[in-house]
C-alpha cells in the first residue's frame, strides 16, 4: 500500500522539523514537503501531491485560514488539519477555520511537561486523524490533488 503522502506548513522551522521526523516514524506516512507560509504552500501542493496538509493558523504573509480558503478554491476534497495553539483559546478561529473547510483541527501542546511528552501527544491526536481522513476518500488513497477538468 502506498504511503499517505503529507505537506506540513507552519512558519516555525522547529515545528516543521520535528513534524516531520515524528510523522516520517510511521511506516504508513511519507512528509514529501515542508512550507514556512500559505504561499509557499500553494506552490507545492501541485508539486508534492500530498493526500493530506498539516497547516498552521498564525503565519506571516499569508495566514492558515486565508491558505485554506485558497486551497478550498481548487483542492476541494483534500483533508487540512489544522495545527495551531490559536484553536485551543481561540474557538471563534476553530469555528472559522471548519466553516472554511477544514477537515479537523489538532491543537499544538502548550503546556506539556517534556519535549517527549508533547511529541507524544502530537502523535496520539494526529496520526489517527490522518490515517482516518485518507482512509475515507474514496475508500483508497488518492492518487492526484489536480482539479476536475470540468466543474462538479
Known amino acids: 500500500m502506498p504511503k499517505i503522502r503529507i505537506l506540513v506548513v507552519d512558519d516555525s522551522v522547529l515545528v516543521r522539523r520535528m513534524m516531520s521526523h515524528m510523522l516520517s516514524e510511521d511506516s504508513a506516512l511519507d512528509v514529501v514537503g515542508t512550507a514556512a507560509n500559505g504561499h509557499i504552500a500553494l506552490a507545492k501542493i501541485p508539486q508534492v501531491n500530498p493526500d493530506v496538509i498539516i497547516l498552521d493558523i ?3 504573509e499569508m495566514d492558515g485560514l486565508e491558505t485554506l480558503a485558497a486551497i478550498r478554491k481548487t483542492y476541494q476534497y483534500l483533508p487540512v488539519i489544522m495545527f495551531s495553539a490559536l484553536t485551543e483559546r481561540g474557538a471563534t478561529t476553530t469555528l472559522d477555520a471548519l466553516a ?4 479537523d483541527y489538532v491543537t499544538k501542546p502548550t503546556n506539556m511537561s517534556s519535549k517527549e511528552a508533547a511529541i507524544q ?3 496520539q491526536q494526529l496520526i489517527p486523524k490522518i490515517k482516518a481522513f485518507c482512509a475515507v476518500i474514496g475508500g483508497k488513497q488518492r492518487t492526484t490533488v489536480h482539479p476536475p477538468v470540468a466543474p462538479i
Open 58 to 60: 498564525e503565519m506571516p
Open 100 to 103: 472554511l473547510g477544514a477537515t
Open 121 to 123: 501527544n502530537i502523535r
